[in-house]
């Protein structure tokens, strides 16, 4: 079997250093993830408190609190409704990130980061003084468009604010602040529990992380690819020496101007990303969020204080099972920025994969083996109770050192200028929609699947780390306007992105430091 071979023989270098500005700018700019996670881990303590279930969910108060109908422990919070009240958001943002791409392509990231922050302050002031359902939902909902314009904007602020060899790193700080926003909700909850108006507090407290926001973007720069987008040349060259520390940028800056001449021949990116060169990017910001769904994580991150009352923690017990699980997943977010940029992005991606899958077999034993089919479990143990939270902790440390960072940032640094934005779109809409579908049928799953639920998880666990296996190559330590020839030297990506008119050629040329070899085995 024939075919092209290409050959990096010398891949670019841009000159630049991490300095003190861009370091300050990218941490400021990912704190957009600060409202994504608060939102994420609000939601479950939030649904478990007793007062919340009370004013609003009365069928489910009753059979929470006062033991009234079923005892089943896997189907006592199966209520529609009650699902709708955290699903409901992330397909609002779904359909905000649609916005969010032409917004974002038209006025620059910090625009649409800016909007992201108001948007998601209103939707928490609704909720803060929400008195019935029909608030709730409406708070929910505009709280997802903020959060579909921050996540559709953020991500690609810091891949191109970032210099290549910090890419990783910088990027991933937007992992960490929804690490760091989980974590701030789950310890709010737990102190705010007891107290009659707890949920009012919890739920209008979103609003800090979105003024943190706002105040931030409102002092951030734009990104030199952004300014060269909107025709601002001079301002994005010295925007460039500012960022990068020095002041030959010349090569950097003239392959962002040749990109944003080739973007702009595009009209409709979001068709252009369907055109077979494209193929490789479009398969990948699907099949990521898709796949980073269904690890089964957001099942704990949404719903850990109701899985652990279901498991049969008391409620402040589940509460600081909450926290704990909220802790080590901020604390090994760390270990990915420590490490993207120096093991690589597909390393992580498998031994984050193989880790979670060890686990969920093993909390599908522990489940099975106290609860069965019946759902009425037997005692439980301290040694029990201490073994699963520890097992839960390690399968979500594998999932933020490697599936949770990596989500976010493979897709921002693998998308070429021209359908960067609508790419980002495409990425975020997939991860928003079965964000959705998780978070809305999931307590139906667990009332009909009990333990069998976590060997649905671990089955698409195995397949996602085959997946990356075979398919993905590895990014890191590439400029990101060069990251278009990883696709050239993949065995199965070339086949889409290789001219079909050079294949055809009989002869080796030799051009840059790139050598074309045919009829390689």
Known sequence: MGGPMIVTGSRKVYPGKLTCKVLL???????????????????????????????????????????????????????????????????????????????TRAFGRRLSMLLGGGLFLIG???????????????????????????????PLY??????????GALNICFQ???????????????????HKNGWRISLGGAAVPALIFIMGSLFLPDTPNSLIERDRKEEAKTRLREIRGVHDVDEEFNDLVAASIESKKIKNPWLNLCKRKYRPQLMFVILIPFFQQFTGMNVFMFYSPVLFKTMGFGNNASLISSVATGGV????TLVSILSADRFGRKSLFIEGGAQMFVCQIIITYCIASKFGLSGHPAELSRKFATGVVVTICIYIAGFAWSWGPLGWLVPSEILPLEVRSAGQSVNVCVNMFFTFVIAQI?????????????????????????????????????????????????????KFVTDENENKDAKVEMSEGITVVKDLP
């Not at 008195?131 to 559709?152: E, P, S």
């Not at 997943?329 to 090994?332: C, E, G, L, Q, T």
Request: glycine share 8%.
């Open 158 to 167: 810091l891949s191109e604010m970032a210099p290549y060899k910090y890419r």
């Open 329 to 332: 997943n901020s604390v090994a």
């Open 442 to 494: 999931f307590t139906m799953m667990l009332c009909h699947l009990r333990y069998f639920l976590f060997v649905f998880f671990a089955c698409f666990v195995f397949l996602m780390t085959c997946f990356i296996i075979k398919y993905f190559p590895e990014t890191k330590g590439i400029p990101i306007e060069e990251m278009a020839d990883i696709w050239k030297g993949h065995s199965y990506w070339k």
């Open 25 to 103: 700018t990218c941490l400021v700019g990912a704190t957009g993830g600060l409202i994504f996670g608060y939102d994420i881990g609000i939601s479950g303590g939030v649904t478990s408190m007793p007062t919340f279930l009370e004013k609003f969910f009365p069928k489910v108060y009753r059979k929470e609190e006062l033991n009234v109908g079923s005892t089943n422990q896997y189907c006592k919070f199966n209520d529609p409704i009650l699902t709708l009240f955290t699903s409901s958001l992330y397909l609002a943002a779904l359909l905000a990130s649609i916005v969010a791409s032409k917004v």
């Open 124 to 154: 928490a002031m609704v909720n803060g003084f929400a008195y019935n359902k029909k608030m709730l939902v409406g708070g929910r909902t505009l709280l997802g468009f903020g959060i579909g314009f921050a996540n559709q904007s953020a």
């Open 176 to 194: 960490l602040s929804i690490t760091v926003g989980i974590l701030a909700a789950y310890a709010l909850n737990y102190f705010t529990a007891s």
